[in-house]
C-alpha cells in the first residue's frame, strides 16, 4: 500500500490522483485543498458562460469520488497550514498540484490605483471565488482597457460584454450578475503589445467574440498591417495563421451595430496607469514595432485610452510554498520529470504537477500528459518509497493538528445549498461566494446568502 498526498484538487491535482490509482491498485491518494470546494480553475478560472469547459467538472468527479481517492477541503498547506515536512511524515509522497495563484505585475506607475484591477481579481469575483475582494467593479465604468491578448483578456472582454439573457443561466453569484447586467462599460478595448499573429489567444476563442449578441467587434486594418505575419502569414504556425484569418475577416468587413463596443488594438505596450485623483482615468500607451526578432520596440509616440477600468491580463504566476524550493524567476518549483529538487537533487518523496511545475501555459487537458509523466515517476520510486512506515490514521492526525477537513460529504452539502439558493432565486445552480456561508453549508447547515 502506498498512500500520496495531492495538494490541490484542479485539474493538475485531479489528473494526478487519476493517473496513480489507474497505474497501481496499490495506491490510495488523499487530494487536500485549501478550500472547502474542489475543481480549482476549473471552478474559479473559467468563464461561467464556457458550459462546455465547465462540465469537465464531471470528469473530475468521477476522479474523486474513486474508491482509493479521498477529497480532503479546507486544509492549507505551507505557511499557516500543515507543514511541508508534517506532510511528508503523513504520507509516503506529496504531489503539489497549487497552480500558479497570482497574477503577473506590469511595474508601471498607476498599477494600485482604484479601478486598475488584475484580470484575476476580476475572475475571482464573477466565479464566486472566497478570496476575492469586494464588489465595485463597474462602478462608473464605461469604459475598460484590458492589457494583454491571451484567452484570459478574451474572457474579461468577453463578460464585460454580455448581457442579462445570457448570464443569468450561468452559475455565478447575484452580485456580479447584477452588476454586469446592468451593461455599464459599453466600450472594451484590448490590448496586445505585439502583434496579431503574436496574440496568445486561440481562435475559437477570438471568433467567439464576434457572436456576442448586441456586440460590434472592430480592428483597424492599418494597425493590423504593421505586423509582418499579418501581412504575409504563410510561415506561420496554423494556429496563429487561423488568428489572422479571423482578424483579416474582420478588417475587411464591417461589424454589424452593436451596443457594445470591443475594439482590439496592437503594438502598444502600457506605460502609465493615468489616475484622476486616487481613480484610474486611462492608460497612457506607447506605439512599438516589430525588432525583427519576435519582440517590439519603442518608437517614443505616445497615445492615451481614456477608461474607468483599467483590468491587467498578462499572465498567472506562481507563488511559493513554505518549506518547498521554488524558482523565482519562473514561478516554478524547480524538478525532474516531476520529482522536486531540492540543491539539485530530486528530494524523496516529493513532487509538483500542472503550472507549479511547468508555469502558466496551456488548456486543461495539458495537465494530463504533464500530470501522468509525474505520477510515473512517483510509481518508479514507490519501492522506497513504500518501505518507510507510517502513521495509521492521517486525516485524524491532521484535524488534531487544526484544520477539520471538509470531506466529499461536506462538498456534497454546498452543491445542494448552491442548488437550493439558484432555486430561491429563480436560477439554476447559483455559487456561494463567501468563506462563513460555504462553511456553514458544509456542515449541512441551509443558511446561504
Ligand atoms: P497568456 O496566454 O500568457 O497571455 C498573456 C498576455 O499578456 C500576452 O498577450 C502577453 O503578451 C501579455 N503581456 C505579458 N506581459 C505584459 C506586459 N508587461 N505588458 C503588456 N502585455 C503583457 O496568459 P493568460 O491569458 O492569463 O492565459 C493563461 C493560460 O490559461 C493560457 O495557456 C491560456 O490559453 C489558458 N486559458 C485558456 C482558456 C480557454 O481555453 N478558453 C481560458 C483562459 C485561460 P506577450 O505575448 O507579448 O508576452
Redesign the pocket.
Known sequence: MLRVAVVGSGPSGCYTAQSLVQQDPGVHVHVLDRLPCPYGLVRY???PD?EK?KSLQNNLRTVLEHERVRFLGGVRVGADGVPVARLRELYHAVVYCVGAATD?R??IPGEDLRGCWS?TEFVSWYSAHPDAVADGFLAGARTAVV?????????VTRMLARGATELTPTDMPQAALDSLAAGTVTRVHMV???GPS?????TK?LRELSTLPDSRVTVDPAELELDPGYVDPSSLPAPQRRNVEVLRGWATAPAPAGRHGIRLRFFL??VEILSDGDRVRGVRLERTEPDGHGGVSGTGRYEVIEAQLVLR????RGVPVDGLPFDPVHGTVPHAAGRVLRDGVPSPGEYVAGWIKRG?????GTNRPCAKETASSLLEDAPELAARSLPDDPVALLRAAGPDPVEWSGWQSIERAEAALGASLGRGVVKIPDWESLLTAARGGGAVP
Do not use: M
Open positions: 478560472g473559467v468563464a464556457h469547459i503577473r506590469l511595474g484580470a492589457i494583454g491578448v491571451g484567452n484570459v483578456a478574451v474572457d496586445g503589445r505585439r503574436q496574440a496568445r489567444f486561440t476563442e505596450r502600457p491580463s498578462v499572465g498567472y502558466p501555459t496551456g488548456v486543461i
